[in-house]
């Protein structure tokens, strides 16, 4: 099992939001960045996943989600009428990928950015770490539990 950190605006898409879908799923669509959507062709089934609000004003670490479905096709990109669409993009020939993530867990309380970048045994974590701007990374298992032991 791998672990990663997958972030979100939370006026797009939050915890809550997915922590209300009937199934508790939902395809994490949209992501335009390449790294970003090479990590999300590795990820495998019940990897595990921070889930990150980002851009806002207690951005941070609110919850963890588990992958419920690999990699496959990000069909928005072929939607004329979606943000995320994209004419270069092909069916034949797709650029863009998803994963379908599941709600695990909610935080009693958001695991801010500023509280992670004081703990200097993460300085090596991508989050922290300057002009980091990729929406999803990969975490260290050592980095996980670092983090969450920020929660006792």
Same mark, same amino acid.
């Given at each position: 099992?791998?672990?990663? &950190?997958?972030?979100s605006?939370?006026?797009?898409?939050?915890?809550?939001?997915?922590?209300?879908? #009937?199934?508790k799923?939902? #395809?994490?669509? =949209? +992501?335009?960045?390449?790294?970003?959507r090479?990590?999300?062709?590795?990820m495998? &089934?019940?990897?595990?996943?921070?889930?990150?609000?980002s851009?806002?004003?207690?951005? =941070?670490?609110?919850g963890?989600m588990?992958? +419920?479905?690999?990699?496959?096709?990000?069909?928005?990109?072929q939607?004329?009428?979606? /943000?995320?669409?994209?004419?270069?993009?092909?069916?034949?020939? /797709?650029?863009?990928?998803?994963?379908? +993530? =599941?709600? @695990?867990e909610?935080?009693?309380? @958001?695991?801010?950015?500023?509280?992670l970048?004081?703990?200097?045994?993460?300085s090596?974590?991508? &989050?922290?770490?300057? =002009?980091n701007? &990729?929406?999803i990374? #990969? @975490?260290?298992?050592?980095?996980?539990?670092?983090?969450?032991?920020?929660?006792?």
């Open positions: 099992m791998r672990l990663w &950190l997958m972030k605006e939370p006026d797009v898409f939050s915890i809550d939001d997915l922590m209300q879908r #009937p199934t799923t939902e #395809p994490w669509e =949209g +992501v335009r960045n390449y790294q970003a090479n990590f999300m062709r590795e495998q &089934l019940d990897d595990r996943v921070f889930f990150y609000h851009n806002c004003k207690h951005a =941070g670490i609110v963890i588990n992958i +419920v479905k690999q990699a496959y096709i990000d069909d928005s990109a939607d004329s009428n979606s /943000p995320y669409y994209d004419p270069k993009s092909t069916l034949d020939n /797709p650029r863009w990928w998803r994963v379908d +993530v =599941g709600f @695990v909610k935080f009693s309380r @958001v695991i801010t950015l500023h509280e970048k004081e703990i200097s045994a993460l090596d974590f991508q &989050l922290v770490q300057r =002009g701007r &990729l929406s990374l #990969p @975490v260290t298992s050592r980095q996980w539990d670092l983090i969450l032991s920020q929660l006792k």
